[in-house]
């Protein structure tokens, strides 16, 4: 086993990926990262991993997991007292087994395949609902990539039609926590998260007393089955907002630019719709809306044959892994017919994106529908990129649909 390599080389590396020239195009640093090796350290001591072995092995590896609560105290201090950190971090994608494993099984069984193919029509007609309202110049993002996981979420759940807009504004507010806790993001979604855990214990009452056939009624059986308190259950369907909101939103915006850039392959996916499923795993992986995900070393271990100990913080650059030549021919290339994909987007292991089929399906009903309905589609501006470094996408994507 070898030492974690640092030089002034990585830190100027990782320093230019928090830059606005980085976030444009952060995949070149990450090959020069990955060409120094697959595992470096950055100056604060975090470990950086950008190979796709490297990668699988964090999020699959038992020894890495989240840290302790002790430790999330040193991340953001004070969290518990803020309903916004309390909210997200006492959510199922931050605890370990055996909490973790418990919470899991009990919303898999509410949260099935059948459940999520039970939506595809609902979700085709969304998608086509929103298509009716698109015409001339729009900002994609506002128009569709925003409203649309939100609606298709709030569907799953059971959010009433009439409170939806209320709903997605709330859950953007909170959502600012996800990129970095910093005082003026809990301003705002300190208020959000509140609203959000009340409105969910007021919808859950409701449901107790007259069930339905949408995802909190499954719950609140789990609940009376006494296997899942109130407060978890609120927290889960909130982490559900949470997790699958911004994520969809840019995994459509990011490819929509791809296909925009790329005639050619646009063209392909046009000329054959059945492609879907295997242009999205490709989008995935091109451009993935989730670009890392952080643990830390439970024991002493090693990654990619470099020895790390217990209690180091370790970051999985997923988007980095995802153009790792040694896993994929050819990685900077865009091609939707891309034999055995296997990209890092969704995660690994047990925390493995428990939304993947539902992000799937949106994804390959309204990525074609877009193409194919609009066939003078186009760019009319720089797309606004957002500044962040763990949720990869737009603010703003300003297109023609001709
Ligand atoms: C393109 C869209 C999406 C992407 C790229 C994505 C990506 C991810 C990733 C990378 C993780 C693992 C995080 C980690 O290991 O720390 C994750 C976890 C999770 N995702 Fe997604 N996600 C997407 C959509 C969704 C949707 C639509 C939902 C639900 C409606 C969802 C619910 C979850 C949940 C609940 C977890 C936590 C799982 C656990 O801790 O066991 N995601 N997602």
């Not at 370990?96 to 099984?105: A, E, K, Q, Y």
Request: net charge negative; hydrophobic share 45%.
């Amino acid at each position: 086993m070898t030492d974690v390599v640092e030089s002034s080389e990585v830190s100027v590396l990782l320093d230019e990926l928090t830059r606005a020239a980085g976030r444009e195009d952060p995949y070149s640093r990450y090959s020069r990262l990955r060409e120094i090796a697959p595992v470096v350290r950055a100056d604060d001591g975090t470990l950086v991993v950008t190979g796709y072995a490297g990668c699988v092995a964090v999020t699959r590896d038992p020894r890495f997991g989240n840290p302790p609560s002790q430790a999330m105290e040193f991340i953001a201090p004070g969290w518990e007292d803020h309903p916004a950190t309390r909210l997200l971090f006492t959510s199922m994608l931050m605890t370990n087994p055996p909490d973790h494993t418990r919470l899991r099984r009990l919303v898999s069984s509410s949260f099935t395949a059948r459940r999520v193919q039970a939506l595809q029509p609902r979700i085709a007609e969304m998608v086509e609902d929103r298509l009716d309202h698109v015409d001339g110049e729009i900002d994609f993002v506002e128009a569709f990539a925003l409203p649309f996981p939100v609606d298709v979420i709030s569907e799953l759940v059971g959010v009433p039609e009439a409170d939806r807009a209320r709903f997605r504004g709330l859950v953007r507010d909170w959502g600012r926590i996800l990129e970095a806790v910093t005082p003026e993001a809990l301003q705002k979604a300190d208020p959000a998260a509140a609203a959000i855990r009340d409105y969910l214990a007021d919808l859950a009452q409701e449901r107790r007393e007259e069930p339905g056939e949408d995802l909190i009624s499954a719950l609140v059986a789990v609940e009376e089955g006494e296997q899942l308190t109130e407060d978890e259950l609120v927290t889960m369907v909130a982490l559900l907002f949470a997790a699958g909101f911004a994520t969809t939103t840019n995994l459509l915006a990011n490819s929509l630019v791809c296909l925009l850039r790329d005639p050619d392959q646009l063209a392909r996916l046009r000329a054959d719709p059945a492609l879907a499923p295997s242009a999205v795993e490709e989008l995935l992986r091109y451009d993935s809306p989730v670009q890392l995900v952080r643990r830390m070393a439970l024991e002493d271990t090693e990654i990619s044959g470099a020895r790390i100990r217990a209690g180091e913080r370790v970051v999985a650059h997923l988007g980095a892994g995802n153009r790792d030549p040694q896993r994929f021919a050819d990685p900077d290339r865009l091609d939707l017919t891309r034999a055995d994909n296997a990209p890092l987007s969704f995660g690994g292991g047990i925390h493995y994106c428990l939304g993947a089929p539902l992000a799937r399906l949106e994804a390959q009903t309204a990525i074609p529908a877009l193409v194919t309905r609009f066939p003078n589609l186009q760019l009319t501006g720089a797309p606004a990129r957002r500044d962040s470094l763990v949720i990869r996408g737009y603010t703003a994507l300003p297109i023609s649909v001709g």
